[in-house]
């Protein structure tokens, strides 16, 4: 068996993603499907309030979920700021509303970013997706629909907030991971982002990531803490996917444009995540229900209720 840091430097040396089959777009281990047939993963990355971590999850996650074999595609739908570009030390000279160019395709904005993360810059403007002419979803939707042939799981790093946009994206994906951290303000606003979700979405999936804490109890704490306040007044089970450990090692990491789990793969926040990416991949919560191209449908506003 491959020992972590044998995988992390296949990763690595793997620039371009390509043993992972993303180019030809063969199949990883588990996806023997035809493309066609094989449904894709959409997780949508998300929390109630700013700077708890989602952009360093979504992008370490990513890392972890290819070691375990997983094509991985990040699309960063936080708009505004160029945050996964940020962590990875990377530049996206596209985005994805580039795709409303004519000669522009998938592969001018797929970018192959260091450590074998694969993305997409969200770029500004894509709030608007709805109010897009006909033509311009449909030509979004056709050259986007061929990420869900290419990626096992695509990671939607989102915005903080209960935003009109932000809501689409946690809507529109059939998963969805809340991060969190102990504080008080933190709980608050992860708790109004599980009421909105537990108002408005059709198939609820949704689970917590405590980030920052200082053992693991802390994160027990606050996980039976938000899943009495769920059961009790949202009536909406809610799971753990896992927890992130305070580590300076992650500041650390950001300060030098370089992934903690590439930086430091041993360092407890590594740890934490790659245990996390092996709940995601084997724990149960997993069945698609849209997939790839019903995430497109919803937020591109061709399948409205
Ligand atoms: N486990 C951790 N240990 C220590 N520091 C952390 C940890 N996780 C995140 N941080 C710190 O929090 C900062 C914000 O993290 P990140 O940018 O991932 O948050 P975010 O939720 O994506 O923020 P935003 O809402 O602005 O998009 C990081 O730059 C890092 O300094
Ligand atoms: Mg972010």
Not at 6 to 32: F, M
Not at 182 to 211: F, G, H, Q, W
Not at 217 to 226: C, I, M, T, Y
Not at 274 to 293: D, E, L, S
């Amino acid at each position: 068996m491959e020992d972590q840091a044998t995988k992390l430097r296949k990763l690595i040396e793997d620039k371009a993603g390509q043993s992972h089959g993303w180019i030809e777009g063969s199949s990883s281990s588990d996806s023997k499907a035809a493309p066609e047939d094989r449904k894709t993963r959409v997780i949508a990355i998300t929390s109630g309030k700013g700077g708890v971590g989602k952009t360093n999850l979504t992008v370490n996650l990513a890392i972890a979920l290819g070691m375990e074999g997983k094509r991985v595609l990040v699309i960063d739908a936080d708009l505004g700021m160029a945050n996964v570009d940020v962590v990875l030390g990377s530049l996206s000279k596209h985005h994805l509303l580039n795709l409303l160019d004519e000669d522009v395709e998938l592969s001018d904005v797929l970018i192959h970013g260091p450590y074998g993360v694969n993305y997409i810059s969200g770029g500004s403007g894509i709030e608007k997706a709805q109010e897009f002419t006909m033509a311009e979803r449909q030509r979004l939707m056709q050259k986007l629909s061929g990420c869900g042939q290419l990626a096992d799981i695509i990671l939607v790093d989102t915005g903080a907030g209960l935003g009109k946009n932000v809501m689409d994206f946690i809507l529109a994906a059939d998963e969805v991971l809340l991060v969190t951290t102990p504080e008080p303000t933190a709980l608050t606003d992860a708790y109004a982002v599980m009421k909105a979700y537990s108002m408005y979405a059709s198939n609820k999936n949704i689970r917590l990531v405590v980030n920052r804490v200082y053992d693991e109890g802390e994160s027990r704490d606050v996980v039976a803490k938000l899943q009495k306040t769920s059961q009790k007044f949202l009536n909406m089970p809610i799971e753990c996917a896992g927890y992130i450990y305070e580590d300076r090692n992650v500041m650390g990491s950001v300060r030098k444009q370089k992934p903690f789990l590439a930086a430091k793969p041993d360092t407890l926040a590594s740890k934490c995540v790659r245990a996390m990416a092996n709940t995601i991949i084997y724990g149960g919560n997993m069945t698609v229900k849209q997939g790839w191209k019903g995430f497109l449908r919803q937020i591109f506003n061709f399948s409205r209720k």
